[in-house]
Each structure stands twice: as structure tokens, then as C-alpha cells.
Nanobody
Framework: QVQLVESGGGLVQPGGSLRLSCAAS????????MGWYRQAPGKQRELVAR???????NYVDSVKGRFTISRDNAKNTVYLQMNSLKPEDTAVYYC?????????WGQGTQVTVSS
């Protein structure tokens, strides 16, 4: 069983930055591939970025060059650094394993990009 708690969201102007954190507890975090997902109003949840246990990363095209996923296994935490934010990045952001596991979804953290 894994428990995941997201934090770090907020209201930011276009072009601004935010850093999201996901604190994990439960099974051995360092062995898990992790992902950041988002769901915008009226849209399906999508995978934004993922990171393997070994640190390899992958991004959806819309965030490449702007977002960076990282992990600190000593702290059982995965991060999403978001730069050059755009209004279309507005969504609730969630972390989960990759592939995602239904029972691991948390409350997410709201990111709103608006002037």
C-alpha cells in the first residue's frame, strides 16, 4: 500500500514558476516508477511526466523544456518543477505510481495560471 500527499500548488501569473511535491509512505518508494498527472476542468486526467526508479524521465510534449520531474528517495518525495507556466497548465495535479494505481489517487493540488 502507498499513501501519497501532494502539495505546492497555487495561483501564479503566466510565465511564473511553481514546485510541486509528493510525499510518499508505505512500500519501498525507491523501487517505484512515479508520475505526475493533471486533470483540467472538463478534460480527462493525463500523464504529464514520469520518472523511473533509476531516474530516467519522460514528458508529454506540451511541457517538454518547461517542467522537470525529480525524486529524492531519502525523503520519499517526488517533485515537479514547473517553469514558464501557461494558462493551459491550469489543472489539479496528482502524483501516482506509473502506471497509476486507482487506490493510490490522493486529493491533488490545484495549480491556477492566470493574470
Amino acid at each position: 500500500q502507498v499513501q501519497l500527499v501532494e502539495s505546492g500548488g497555487g495561483l501564479v501569473q503566466p510565465g511564473g514558476s511553481l514546485r510541486l511535491s509528493c510525499a510518499a509512505s508505505g512500500r519501498d518508494f525507491s523501487l517505484l516508477a512515479m508520475g505526475w498527472y493533471r486533470q483540467a476542468p472538463g478534460k480527462q486526467r493525463e500523464l504529464v511526466a514520469r520518472i523511473t526508479s533509476g531516474g530516467s524521465t519522460n514528458y508529454v510534449d506540451s511541457v517538454k523544456g518547461r517542467f522537470t520531474i525529480s525524486r529524492d528517495n531519502a525523503k520519499n518525495t517526488v517533485y515537479l518543477q514547473m517553469n514558464s507556466l501557461k494558462p493551459e497548465d491550469t489543472a489539479v495535479y496528482y502524483c501516482n505510481t506509473y502506471p497509476s494505481v486507482r487506490r493510490y489517487w490522493g486529493q491533488g493540488t490545484q495549480v491556477t495560471v492566470s493574470s
